[in-house]
């Protein structure tokens, strides 16, 4: 992978970039060659600079790991008085609350310009800076969805004694608008992986360690906050289908491209330090991506071309004067020539019918309403779905 050199003076540079990684698959909604962003690209500069000179609208998802301004005033030491290896670069330090905030507001800003209209962002952090960007993130007009709270498996003790182990880390998943209502969530994907059960907002995950935990020559840490590369995976799978662009404007050691390239979907990603860029470059190089059948996007049923109940009697799958039940034969509807069901002079829809007999506001009619399968109560779901495979034959003939 070429890394492509961008500042403020170097815009020009970004489409000279040698695009690497795993091939683009895009499920929908091309953006025009003047929106097309770099991909699969490390661009060296300044976050907020090379965010500026990328295109709007050019992303459907960003994941950011900011600067948590840590505030260490002294260094950690465990009870046997080793040092403890904890965050201490110049990247981490502001002067002020004000600077960061100031810091900030500046990369959401530019974040927010470049995500499209249904785009998501997931920021994370500790307690030490999440409080304040999600005021920001609200003040910028960011609509937040969920904060997640990563817990972690093996988390660092803590050593003084004086406080909580922090055994947790904090994720934003935030819209780009209160309008933007089309974003990309795999709710059913996500259920279907987590033994049918809502994925909840508080996540289980080991820290990085072992052979994922990069490291240089002397043994030491190449990057004190390398995320696990499960966590950048869950939320790839959450909130981007394949073939979508994922912007990391603090791309470090290259997690978010790690697990990009594994799963599918394309990425840029923003560094400023030359030895975290030769490591990401090196770790995605030697990345394998999963054969599409792993990754590609599960059917939905909003997906799913819409059916009538009418087309299913139309069809002949249900004849008109068949009798629906609920799987407990407790109520009666009557299926009639238009569509409508009957219960006794009231005619509705099968959902109508469903709430109705319920004393209910609502109902699935669908999954409600049985007919009669050699003797036993049959969903007529199972109708709607053997008309689906009709229309898909009849489309591919």
């Known amino acids: 992978m070429r890394i492509a050199h961008a500042g403020a003076a170097g815009a020009k540079s970004l489409v000279q970039v040698t695009r690497t990684g795993s091939s683009t698959r895009r499920s929908g909604g091309q953006s025009s060659p003047a929106q097309t962003a770099p991909r699969n690209t490390i661009l060296r500069g300044d976050c907020v600079e090379v965010m500026h000179a990328l295109p709007e609208r050019s992303v459907d998802l960003v994941f950011a790991d900011p600067p948590y301004n840590l505030q260490l005033?002294?260094?950690?030491?465990?009870?046997?008085?080793?040092?403890?290896?904890?965050?201490?670069?110049?990247?981490?330090?502001?002067?002020?609350?004000?600077?960061?905030?100031?810091?900030t507001r500046d990369w959401l800003r530019a974040a927010r310009r470049l995500m499209k209209p249904e785009a998501t962002i997931f920021v994370i952090g500790s307690y030490h800076n999440i409080f304040r960007?999600?005021?920001?993130?609200?003040?910028?007009?960011?609509?937040?969805?969920?904060?997640?709270?990563?817990?972690?498996?093996?988390?660092?003790?803590n050593f003084r004694g004086r406080r909580f182990t922090n055994a947790h880390e904090t994720l934003i998943w935030a819209a780009r608008s209160a309008e933007?209502?089309?974003?990309?969530?795999?709710?059913?994907?996500?259920?279907?992986?987590?033994?049918?059960?809502?994925?909840?907002?508080?996540?289980?995950?080991?820290?990085?360690?072992g052979a994922e935990r990069l490291k240089d020559t002397a043994g030491r840490k190449t990057h004190p906050t390398q995320k696990p590369?499960?966590?950048l995976s869950r939320i790839l799978f959450s909130a981007t289908r394949p073939g979508d662009l994922v912007l990391d404007p603090f791309f470090g050691t290259g997690t978010t491209g790690a697990a990009a390239k594994r799963l599918g979907r394309s990425?840029?990603?923003?560094?400023?330090?030359?030895?975290?860029?030769?490591?990401?470059?090196?770790?995605?190089?030697?990345v394998e991506p999963l054969?599409?059948?792993?990754?590609?996007?599960?059917?939905?049923?909003?997906?799913?071309?819409?059916?009538?109940?009418?087309?299913l009697v139309e069809?002949?799958?249900?004849?008109?004067?068949?009798?629906?039940?609920?799987?407990?034969?407790?109520?009666k509807a009557l299926v009639r020539a238009d569509g409508a069901v009957a219960i006794g002079d009231i005619v509705g829809s099968i959902h109508k019918a469903g709430a109705l007999v319920q004393g209910l506001p609502a109902c699935n009619g669908w999954t409600f309403w049985h007919h009669d399968a050699a003797g036993r109560p049959e969903p007529i779901d199972t109708l709607r779905a053997k008309f689906r495979k009709q229309m898909q034959r009849a489309g591919a003939a």
């Open 73 to 103: 005033e002294s260094a950690l030491s465990r009870p046997d008085q080793s040092r403890v290896d904890a965050v201490d670069d110049d990247w981490d330090k502001f002067a002020s609350f004000g600077d960061y905030d100031s810091f």
């Open 133 to 157: 960007v999600g005021a920001i993130m609200q003040d910028l007009g960011f609509w937040i969805l969920n904060d997640i709270v990563w817990r972690k498996a093996n988390p660092m003790p």
């Open 180 to 209: 933007a209502k089309g974003y990309t969530f795999n709710y059913e994907a996500l259920k279907a992986g987590n033994e049918d059960c809502q994925v909840r907002s508080d996540w289980f995950l080991p820290i990085c360690t």
């Open 229 to 231: 590369e499960a966590l």
């Open 267 to 286: 990425f840029v990603g923003i560094e400023r330090d030359d030895t975290y860029i030769r490591a990401a470059d090196a770790r995605i190089a030697a």
């Open 291 to 311: 054969p599409d059948g792993a990754v590609a996007e599960a059917p939905t049923k909003r997906s799913e071309p819409r059916v009538p109940f009418s087309a």
């Open 315 to 331: 069809a002949g799958l249900i004849a008109p004067g068949t009798v629906l039940t609920d799987e407990k034969r407790r109520h």
